[in-house]
Structure formats: structure tokens, C-alpha cells
């Protein structure tokens, strides 16, 4: 479970707005279910009679930290979507590259009491050369 936050800089963030925001980022837990936190902040700027549209997102998984923005003068959902699609990639690379490590170098493979049964086995008999 994670914890969203939502902000809004010139933009007032309404429930509509918030849940298409949630909605795009529970795609992303879905994705990494280490996630703790995501900022998300929707900024709105007026240049020389063109708006702007900028969702920024910060994902935090424990010991690391992922960082998205998208600007577009598109609507809000296709700006999300945009920025889930950034932040998955970043995830899914995450994953990739921390798979299959161990939290500690030198912790061994736990074996099933059977396993260790079979082993004990398999020694006793290649001691008495039956194999």
C-alpha cells in the first residue's frame, strides 16, 4: 500500500482530476508493490497565449527514488498516461536490475527439510562408492 499525494499549482485538483491521477498510479503498484509514496503535482502555465499542461510525478520505493514529468497542451488524462507510461518503464527497469539480488551477499538458499534429507542421502551413499 502506498500513499498518494496530490497537488495542484494553478490548477485546482477536483475529485474527477484525483481519481484519474489515482487510477494511472495504481497501475504502477501493480507494477512494484515496494512503492511507499507517490507526489504527484498538476502545474498549469499561460505562455504567450498557449497553455500548458505539466504533471510531474516523484515514486518512491524504499532506497530509491523515481522521477517523471510530462508537458503537454493535451488534455489531463492523455498527460497521465503519459506519465505512467515514462514511470513503468523506470519500474520495470528497477525490477529488472535488482532481480534475483539478495538483501544479504552471503545468505544461502533455504532448503526444505526434505531437501536436506535427499543430500544426506545422496552423501552417505557416494561414501560408500554405490554411485
Known amino acids: 500500500?502506498?500513499?498518494?499525494?496530490?497537488?495542484?499549482?494553478?490548477?485546482?485538483t477536483s475529485e474527477e482530476v484525483?481519481?484519474?491521477i489515482k487510477e494511472g498510479m495504481d497501475q504502477l503498484a501493480d507494477i512494484n508493490s515496494h512503492i511507499t509514496s507517490i507526489n504527484v503535482i498538476v502545474n498549469?502555465?499561460?505562455h504567450q497565449n498557449k497553455s500548458e499542461l505539466i504533471v510531474e510525478a516523484r515514486v518512491h520505493i524504499p532506497g530509491h527514488d523515481?522521477?517523471?514529468?510530462?508537458t503537454?497542451?493535451?488534455?489531463?488524462?492523455a498527460a497521465v498516461d503519459a506519465?505512467?507510461?515514462k514511470l513503468e518503464?523506470?519500474?520495470?527497469?528497477?525490477?529488472?536490475k535488482h532481480e534475483g539480488r539478495k538483501h544479504h551477499p552471503d545468505a544461502r538458499d533455504v532448503e526444505s527439510q526434505e531437501e536436506r534429507e535427499e543430500q544426506e542421502e545422496f552423501n552417505e551413499l557416494e561414501r560408500r562408492d554405490a554411485i
Open 66 to 70: 523515481l522521477f517523471a514529468s510530462v
Open 44 to 46: 498549469s502555465e499561460n
Open 72 to 77: 503537454t497542451d493535451k488534455q489531463l488524462g
Open 89 to 96: 518503464k523506470q519500474l520495470l527497469k528497477h525490477k529488472a
Open 1 to 12: 500500500m502506498y500513499t498518494l499525494d496530490i497537488s495542484g499549482h494553478h490548477v485546482h
Open 83 to 85: 506519465l505512467v507510461e
Open 18 to 20: 484525483q481519481a484519474t
